[in-house]
């Protein structure tokens, strides 16, 4: 199969990657386990842009492992506040639980025993590794998978289970002897700087003269778009309850995607008497969320269960999904 008798240009990347790529990020100044794996589990699915103040801020409030194992839920919570993907922060919390309890605070520095724990995948593994100790190990990030689909002329559908297999045969069998780091880094940087989704900068690619997709003039068409499905609307209400400048919010426990923030209660029908205000709109990955705010007199608050009056200085101190905090700050004017 020409795809995976092809190789990558693995020389000339590493080169590209020093001369061209991204040196300065905050959490390259250290190949400290801790600051490179908070990265890595912040750049999940999020730009490096939208990273760069929370990685900060993180450092400022959790500098080393067992900060952040000791730190209370609603803090890591709080800092980890619109960033999104929330399962993130309760595996990143959990995770330094673990480093702590049972590494002795030192993060183990094997894909398999990285891998074991929570939240960290195959992909996220390999960064972590090779960015520690500049070791050769495969990674495939959203935007390497890009690369790889390109380089190779991938014909399997993105996202699908043999399209995975495959993309993870090539990046096992197409690693360079050493420079893992900024091999890594490198492809990452392609991806995000020259190999962009709607407009690649082939011109400017170290490797476009052995990329397959260039060679046939077919870069758009690569990765293969696998048919995607209408999401599904989901209507609630929201009930909102404000006493003297405060809101009333309750903690989220259970299953969802928004597991340990707090939120307005919740109904899938519109409560009695209630005057609807607005709707809010929010997209996650799997379904579209629309919101109706139900305005509520106080004195119906039924004051149980895990929930209670905030302040805006008091909604510092806890974690707010995007869309609440937005229709606290933008919509009633506490």
Not at 179 to 191: C, E, I, N, P, Y
Request: hydrophobic fraction near 40%; charged fraction near 25%; glycine fraction near 6%.
């Amino acid at each position: 199969m020409k795809t995976e008798s092809h190789k990558f240009r693995t020389d000339e990347l590493i080169l590209w990657q020093k001369q061209y790529g991204r040196n300065n990020l905050p959490w390259q100044n250290s190949h400290d386990p801790y600051c490179r794996w908070l990265a890595e589990i912040m750049l999940q699915q999020t730009q490096v842009k939208t990273v760069i103040p929370y990685f900060e801020k993180f450092m400022q409030l959790f500098p080393t492992v067992k900060d952040l194992a000791d730190a209370e839920e609603d803090e890591v919570m709080a800092a980890w506040s619109g960033l999104g993907y929330y399962s993130r922060a309760r595996n990143l919390h959990a995770c330094a639980k673990i480093v702590i309890a049972k590494f002795d605070g030192r993060f183990p520095l094997t894909l398999n025993e990285l891998m074991e724990l929570p939240g960290i995948g195959k992909s996220t593994a390999g960064a972590i590794l090779s960015a520690v100790t500049n070791k050769p190990a495969p990674m495939l990030d959203g935007n390497v998978k890009r690369v790889f689909s390109r380089f190779f002329a991938v014909n399997e559908e993105y996202g699908t289970v043999s399209f995975e297999k495959l993309l993870w045969r090539l990046a096992e069998k197409n690693l360079p002897e050493s420079d893992g780091r900024a091999f890594s880094q490198g492809l990452m940087d392609l991806g995000a700087m020259v190999c962009s989704q709607k407009d690649p900068l082939c011109t400017m690619c170290p490797v476009s003269e052995e990329c397959l997709a260039f060679k046939n003039n077919q870069v758009l068409q690569y990765p293969v778009k696998k048919k995607g499905k209408e999401k599904p609307t989901r209507i609630i209400y929201w009930k909102v309850f404000i006493k003297d400048n405060c809101v009333w919010l309750e903690k989220r426990n259970g299953k969802g995607v928004w597991k340990g923030l707090w939120s307005f209660p919740e109904s899938e029908t519109k409560p009695s008497d209630a005057f609807v205000e607005k709707t809010i709109y929010h997209e996650f990955s799997h379904y579209k969320l629309q919101a109706r705010l139900a305005m509520m007199e106080p004195e119906e608050k039924n004051e149980t269960g895990e929930g209670g009056w905030f302040s805006v200085s008091d909604l510092k101190s806890i974690g707010l999904p995007t869309p609440v905090k937005k229709v606290i700050f933008e919509e009633l004017f506490l």
